[in-house]
């Protein structure tokens, strides 16, 4: 009956308290809605509704094990996604957090001047030109539409510059952050060492790598464009929409970074 109770005495705090609560999970749904940890929350957010319907029913013994049991995993989840949550605190205080939601306030969305115009193509053409005559390895995944929060929270956060200089700093054989993909976004280098997910195709022939497969795997899931500098030929490659682009000379480099970013 307590239940009735609260519905039939709703009052304007009950309302503020509904909206900030859905205002909050509507926040981090949009936040995790392209990484796999939004299968975690649904599971979550299911679990404790169906605890919520049990407590409802007065199903007493059902309700006092589901309870227990979500609050177990609520411990067990800190436990297990400590190095994700500190990497998701990290980003939410970074500015790159700051500046993704600017163009968007709660339920509204305003439009705002695009940053692709403001890609520093030259910048990154003169790196991968470089590192190809030197036959260093690298990988730069430069976003779009698409957050790709899931890749940056699984690299080591940076708030830089594109710069020439930088990028082949990082990618210079031996460093600590060599080994993995650098991601830009919105005309700034936000994260390296970034883990990335291998194309699913079987086309690619063996001549191509595991830089080469991972470029192509962030493509087919998001709109990003990457940029590989093979180590042994030092041959540079596009990837779009789940395609490479092999052997690509800096002139045609360029102007496709144009094409896709301005």
């Not at 936040?31 to 007493?60: D, H, M």
């Not at 390895?137 to 430069?142: D, E, R, T």
């Not at 990082?170 to 997910?197: E, M, Q, S, W």
């Amino acid at each position: 009956m307590q239940y009735f109770d609260k519905i039939f005495h709703f009052t304007w705090v009950d309302a503020i308290d509904i909206l900030l609560v859905s205002l909050l999970l509507y926040q981090l749904f949009i936040f995790f809605r392209e990484t796999s940890t939004i299968k975690i929350f649904i599971g979550i957010a299911l679990l404790y509704i169906l605890w919520k319907v049990v407590a409802f029913l007065g199903l007493s013994m059902l309700g006092d094990i589901l309870g227990n049991f979500i609050n177990l995993g609520v411990l067990l989840l800190i436990i297990v996604f400590q190095p994700e949550i500190r990497k998701f605190l990290l980003y939410m205080g970074s500015r790159t957090f700051i500046s993704s939601s600017r163009g968007r306030f709660l339920f509204w969305r305003f439009n705002k001047p695009s940053s692709l115009m403001s890609l520093n193509i030259d910048e990154i053409v003169d790196a991968c030109v470089n590192m190809s005559m030197n036959r260093t390895g690298a990988l730069i995944v430069i976003g779009r539409q698409s957050t790709l929060a899931d890749v940056i929270l699984s690299g080591y956060m940076m708030e830089a510059e594109v710069k020439s200089l930088l990028l082949q700093n990082i990618f210079y054989k031996n460093t600590p952050l060599h080994d993995g993909a650098v991601i830009i976004k919105n005309n700034r280098i936000v994260a390296a060492k970034c883990v990335l997910p291998l194309a699913s195709s079987t086309k690619l022939g063996e001549e191509f790598g595991t830089r080469h497969r991972a470029a192509v795997g962030i493509t087919e899931t998001t709109d990003a464009v990457a940029i590989v500098v093979s180590e042994q030929s030092g041959k540079i490659s596009l990837a779009v929409q789940g395609q490479l682009n092999a052997g690509l000379k800096p002139s045609l480099l360029k102007d496709l970074l144009h094409l896709y970013f301005s």
